[in-house]
């Protein structure tokens, strides 16, 4: 039985845009990511000391968000798709409490070597001021049809 949540190589076409996933930040949300990765700075919790650091408020960590970038990754891909590389991955302003990020992402290449199949992705995310992370580039191996 064909496992129609997993993407094949041969499915993908340049051009394409994958399925953004849109992620809420609540205060809850912040604090359990933080908690979650062990990033104990005030900074990803509390808004009154982000504010005296010169942030706007509190604000999303970088392995919170390079989280996001990897689940809207592998629910593209699949289960049997492998994360090859992640390239570029940069925040550009705060993603503060109260906003919600937006994934997007398109493919970008295609190829074969060393008997892999790989597709490029071009990813980013965005919130209400714009792009906030990347653009980047993520490389994945897809497994290819009746293979």
């Known amino acids: 039985m064909e496992n129609k949540l997993q993407r094949y190589w041969e499915d993908v076409h340049i051009g394409e845009e994958i399925p953004s996933l849109h992620f809420p930040l609540s205060v809850s949300r912040l604090v359990m990511a933080a908690g979650a990765n ?3 700075n005030s900074i990803h919790h509390n808004s009154e000391y982000a504010r005296e650091t010169g942030a ?3 604000y999303a960590n970088i392995i919170f968000l390079y989280g996001m970038w990897e689940r809207t990754v592998r629910e593209f891909i699949g289960l049997s798709g492998t994360i090859k590389s992640v390239k570029e991955f940069r925040m550009k302003v705060f993603n503060t409490v109260g906003e919600t990020v937006v994934t ?4 970008k290449k295609k190829w074969h070597e060393n008997n892999e199949s790989f597709v ?5 995310s965005e919130n209400s001021k714009g792009i906030s992370v990347g653009p980047g580039q993520v490389v994945i191996a897809l497994p290819k049809r009746n293979q």
């Open 38 to 40: 062990r990033d104990f």
């Open 120 to 124: 490029e992705l071009e990813i980013w």
């Open 56 to 58: 706007p408020d509190m």
């Open 104 to 107: 997007k992402g398109i493919v």
